[in-house]
Nanobody, 119 residues
Framework: QVQLVESGGGLVQAGGSLRLSCAASGRTFSSYTMGWFRQAPGKEREFVAA????????TYADSVKGRFTTSRDNAKNTVYLQMDSLKPEDTAVYYC????????????WGQGTQVTVSS
């Protein structure tokens, strides 16, 4: 079992930055691929970024590529999402999620943290 708790959301002006953190419980955190997703009001949840269990591989949605960076510290059981050059369309609830490195399904989800970008 993995429990995930996000933090770091808030209100920021367009062009600003925020760093989200996702703290995980459990001894096997380092074996999980971690993902970031977001859901804006009235829209479906969408993929934002993912990082492999070792941190050696990352993937990003085209909409955030070059602006967002995900990283992880397995010693601290924490994954991060650095968000720069934020746009109003980045406004959403952001979730972190975990999946086994041998699976394509994210089984564990955090409660989400609100990010609001004002124009």
């Amino acid at each position: 079992q993995v429990q995930l708790v996000e933090s770091g959301g808030g209100l920021v002006q367009a062009g600003g930055s925020l760093r989200l953190s996702c703290a995980a419980s459990g001894r096997t955190f380092s074996s999980y691929t971690m993902g970031w997703f977001r859901q804006a009001p009235g829209k479906e949840r969408e993929f934002v970024a993912a990082i492999s269990w070792s941190g050696g591989s990352t993937t990003y949605a085209d909409s955030v590529k070059g602006r967002f960076t995900t990283s992880r510290d397995n010693a601290k059981n924490t994954v991060y999402l650095q968000m720069d050059s934020l746009k109003p369309e980045d406004t959403a609830v952001y979730y972190c999620a975990a999946r086994s490195r041998f699976s394509t399904v994210y089984n564990y989800w955090g409660q989400g943290t609100q990010v609001t970008v004002s124009s």
